[in-house]
């Protein structure tokens, strides 16, 4: 059991809204990355946090930010929603830095955008 | 741009049967490779990882292959069972890019009874 948990588990918004989605990642774990999952794609580097700081970015615009707080939890804020923002968006924990720290995902948040 | 691609959608075996799930990329800055299975309403759950210093590595009924040269590296189920129909993703990583995994689209697995 991966113990890392999101919430909610569906959300459903309008275009221009603004979204914030949870994650909570195992004890110890001081590394989150968000992914974001369109329909029949595999899943997109969005950023990653490290030690509550940001550690790396994908090809994703500045309305797409992130927080991470002391007690393993973080958020996915996403400003100004689009339609194409519809999308499963996962979070993922590991231990540290190194490439190959087993990465842990949460089951993600289905966001809906109308 | 698509560095990690999984060209076959789909994969239909028997059950007892090998499942060969394939996987190519064009980044050779790549050193490092993993597999992960999907379910339906879960999320990815790691399966087997190969480094780039080896061309094999086996973890029960899996084995993953890497050919550096041909930049292609498959993940071997032998013997196929029911419980591994899922959504497989193979992904890879690069030195200096640390946690930043790029996914391919990934291949459905049924495995027939």
């Known amino acids: 059991e991966t113990g890392v948990t999101q919430s909610p588990t569906h959300l459903i918004k309008t275009r221009g809204q603004q979204v914030t989605l949870r994650c909570s990642s195992q004890?110890?774990?001081?590394?989150v990355s968000w992914y974001q999952q369109a329909l029949g794609q595999g899943p997109q580097f969005i950023f990653q946090?490290?030690?509550?700081?940001?550690?790396g970015r994908g090809n994703f615009p500045p309305r797409f930010s992130g927080l991470q707080f002391p007690n393993y939890s973080s958020e996915l804020n996403v400003n100004a929603l689009e339609l194409d923002d519809s999308a499963l968006y996962l979070c993922?924990?590991?231990?540290?830095?190194?490439?190959?720290?087993?990465?842990?995902f949460g089951p993600g948040t289905r966001l809906t955008v109308l | 741009d698509q560095q990690v691609k999984q060209n076959s959608p789909s994969l239909s075996v028997q059950e007892g049967r090998i499942s060969i799930l394939n996987c190519d990329y064009t980044?050779?800055?790549?050193?490092?490779f993993l597999w992960y299975k999907k379910y339906p309403a879960e999320g990815p759950t790691f399966l087997i990882s190969?480094?780039?210093?080896?061309d094999k590595n086996e973890d029960g009924r899996f084995t993953v292959f890497l050919n550096k040269s041909a930049k292609h590296l498959s993940l071997h189920i032998v013997p196929s069972q029911p419980g591994d129909s899922a959504v497989y993703f193979c992904?890879?990583?690069?030195?200096?890019?640390?946690?930043?995994?790029?996914f391919g689209q990934g291949t459905t697995l049924q495995v027939k009874p």
């Open positions: 993922a924990s590991s231990e540290g830095l190194a490439g190959y720290d087993t990465q842990y």
């Open positions: 980044n050779s800055m790549f050193d490092y």
């Open positions: 946090y490290y030690r509550e700081e940001e550690n």
């Open positions: 992904a890879a990583s690069r030195p200096g890019n640390t946690g930043k995994l790029i």
């Open positions: 190969i480094s780039s210093i080896k």
């Open positions: 004890s110890g774990h001081n590394t």
